[in-house]
């Protein structure tokens, strides 16, 4: 009887542990959407999580939009009152693949990938598809992404008086170092 019951309890531990994921909750992302001649406008969120299905080449990223620290604090207070509507949407969301992704081929040169997934921001949802390069060092993955996303397809108001300092299209860095 004992056997009956530990065979398919060792079996299902097999299961589990052949679909770890590797998080990380210190993933960094750079919004950048800067029009040349004014002041820059630049944010970065260095508490994101940041999973990966190694197994699969899943991922998923969660930012809280309050995360997000600019040079100024007037700026910082527009991003999450005026724009990002953060009391009313106060995170981001990205779940997708890396196509192609084989753990055993990372090496700890970066090497080309796509991440294809959809991006939930501001009560919208967008699929995406970024270009990525992801290196292994021992236990270390590093995965760098970078793509733009235009804030009119996720209904972000962006005031015509200031219009001409800010470019509709926003440029999105995503570092995560997974262990």
Known sequence: MRKIIIMPMLLA????FSQEKIVTKSAAITLEASVPSFQPVAGTN???TFVLNPATG???SLALMK???FEMALMEEHFNENYMETDKYPKAVFRGQIEG????SLTEDYKDYIIKGKLELHGKSKDIKAAAKITKTGPRITIISDFAVNASDFS????SLIKYKLDDKVK???I???K
């Open 13 to 16: 531990s097999f299961i589990v």
């Open 46 to 48: 260095s508490n994101v």
């Open 58 to 60: 899943e991922v998923a």
């Open 67 to 69: 995360g997000f620290q």
């Open 101 to 104: 992704f084989d753990i055993k």
């Open 156 to 159: 972000i108001p962006i005031p």
């Open 172 to 174: 999105v860095q995503i």
């Open 176 to 178: 995560a170092v997974l």
